[in-house]
């Protein structure tokens, strides 16, 4: 569903150096409620160049090497202006400010976006270290003023006004529709079934294709499901910018202007997908496949600190979004480490990396850093608003 996407990019931030850099990660926030700010720790470990399929190509992967080794050696030279995002994809996720701060080097802007004052913004340039078997990370911290994140928050809710795949699909639907709606009870039944054939690994027309389409087969059975007087609200509410993310101190919140019906019926949905992981999340339940891989890592943080609630006014969705971050970055990085710590090549990979860097002579290598340290540290340093 474009609006379903439109949000889960909003969160993304993503501006990201390309390349074959493999490392793996772990982000921490931390809220400091009385200052309304937040505190961002970003550690890599394992730098390391990418086989990328060409293994035995000796000289295809120097030349991948060479250029993984410049790519680190950017992220060095250009640390103090860079923000690490969330996903790390094809190398690490980083921002890169322009030297005036005015805004990110690799960035779109659309005519009359809302300003973003990333001048705001307390970049603590990292380090390179060696970890305690000698193989190359590095840490950065970055501080978030509120008022930076509601700016981002506007400026995403301005670009959702002019996704044209959003008014499209509503403006198709608004103008297609003869007769009643269709049935949320049936949605509710049909997304379920289709959940039980993903974990079960049947074969399903509906499931066929990649994640774009399967999305947007779901949002037209939505869209088909809500009332007229919905999705008019949802135009008028888009055309003003009012359509999107939220923020209450850590708290971000999404309001969709509809009936009760509606609310009524998405919270249907919400409760079937809640039944279906339920078994997945017992001690001894089973590993959970595709899709439902993706809905057990935000179970957990949701359950613990979401709140979804449907009124005459529509439905509201809020959660803590430091918890969330939080959970699935430490959830991903287990996994990351578990996959390195089996990799032999990757190991040497990381080896070759590190005995490369140690000759930059002009680069300070902080010794047998222990990456859990720095994150204990993090995460027990008093907070400058408390």
């Known amino acids: 569903m474009p609006f379903a996407r439109s949000i889960t ?7 990201w150096l390309s390349g074959c850099l493999n490392q793996e990660s772990i982000k921490l926030i931390r809220y400091d409620a009385k200052a309304d700010r937040f505190h961002l720790l970003a550690v890599y470990e394992h730098f390391r160049s990418s086989s990328n399929g060409l293994a035995g190509d000796a000289k295809a992967e120097e030349k991948t ?11 060095w030279d250009t640390r103090d202006r860079l923000i690490p995002g969330y996903l790390d994809i094809g190398g690490p996720t980083l921002l890169e400010l322009k030297p005036d701060r005015s805004g990110f080097v690799k960035e779109e802007v659309i005519p009359g976006e809302p300003p973003v ?10 380090k390179l270290f060696k970890d305690m078997n000698g193989l190359i990370g590095f840490w950065q911290e970055v501080e978030l003023p509120g008022s930076v994140i509601d700016q981002v928050l506007a400026r995403q809710r301005f670009q959702l006004s002019k996704s044209e795949d959003l008014i499209a699909e509503l403006k198709r639907e608004r103008a297609s529709r003869t007769g009643k709606p269709a049935s949320w009870e049936d949605l509710a039944k049909w997304t379920r079934a289709r959940l039980d054939k993903i974990q079960a690994k049947e074969a399903d027309a509906e499931n066929e294709g990649n994640t774009d389409a399967q999305l947007k087969r779901f949002s037209q059975r939505l869209l088909a499901c809500m009332d007229v007087p919905s999705l008019d609200a949802i135009l008028a509410a888009n055309s003003r910018s009012e359509l999107g993310l939220l923020r209450k101190g850590s708290t971000l919140i999404l ?3 509809i009936t009760r019906r509606d609310a009524d019926g998405l919270i249907a949905i919400v409760r079937q997908v809640e039944e279906f992981t339920k078994p997945l999340a017992a001690p001894n339940g089973p590993s ?3 899709l439902a891989e993706a809905l057990m890592l935000l179970r957990e943080p949701l359950l613990a600190t979401g709140h979804l609630t449907a009124d005459d006014k529509g439905l509201e969705l809020s959660f803590d979004a430091v918890a ?9 990085h287990e996994k990351e480490m578990k996959e390195f710590a089996a990799d032999e090549g990757a190991k040497a990979r990381a080896t070759k990396m590190a005995a490369t860097v ?3 002579n002009d680069v300070p290598l902080a010794p047998n850093t222990d990456p859990e340290k720095l994150i204990a540290e993090f995460t ?7």
């Open 380 to 386: 027990n340093r008093p907070l400058s608003g408390k």
């Open 324 to 332: 969330l971050f939080n959970h699935l970055s430490k959830t991903a």
């Open 9 to 15: 990019l909003s969160l993304l931030l993503a501006f």
């Open 117 to 126: 004052a990333w001048d705001k913004v307390a970049i603590h340039p990292g």
């Open 358 to 360: 140690t000759t930059w």
């Open 288 to 290: 959970a496949n595709g």
């Open 65 to 75: 090497f060479t250029e993984d080794v410049a790519k680190l050696r950017s992220i």
């Open 255 to 257: 309001r969709l202007p």
